[in-house]
Nanobody, 115 residues
Framework: QVQLVESGGGLVQAGGSLRLSCAASRSIFNSFSMGWYRQAPGKQRELVARVTVGGTTNYTDSVKGRFTISRDSAKNTVYLQMNSLKPEDTAVYFC?????????WGQGTQVTVSS
């Protein structure tokens, strides 16, 4: 089992910034990848950003140039820096850990961007 604890969500005005954190109970280098997904009301959960164990990152098109995923291996923590936030970024954001023993999810953190 891998426990993921997220923090950093909240309410922000359009154009503002937030940083999400996800602390894992297991070394992030035991995973194949870690990432952030989001789910808005009435919509499917979608990938926002992901970093592989080798350091490769990928982003969904709508956040490229605005969001940055990073990691701190010493803290087993992955971050999502979100800049220039838009109302359409409003969603519950979930941390994801994909490893050899399965996929694990955090409890989710709400991000609300007001116009």
């Amino acid at each position: 089992q891998v426990q993921l604890v997220e923090s950093g969500g909240g309410l922000v005005q359009a154009g503002g910034s937030l940083r999400l954190s996800c602390a894992a109970s297991r070394s992030i280098f035991n995973s194949f990848s870690m990432g952030w997904y989001r789910q808005a009301p009435g919509k499917q959960r979608e990938l926002v950003a992901r970093v592989t164990v080798g350091g490769t990152t990928n982003y969904t098109d709508s956040v490229k140039g605005r969001f940055t995923i990073s990691r701190d291996s010493a803290k087993n923590t992955v971050y999502l820096q979100m800049n220039s936030l838009k109302p359409e970024d409003t969603a519950v954001y979930f941390c994801n850990y994909y490893g050899p023993r399965g996929t694990y999810w955090g409890q989710g953190t709400q991000v609300t961007v007001s116009s």
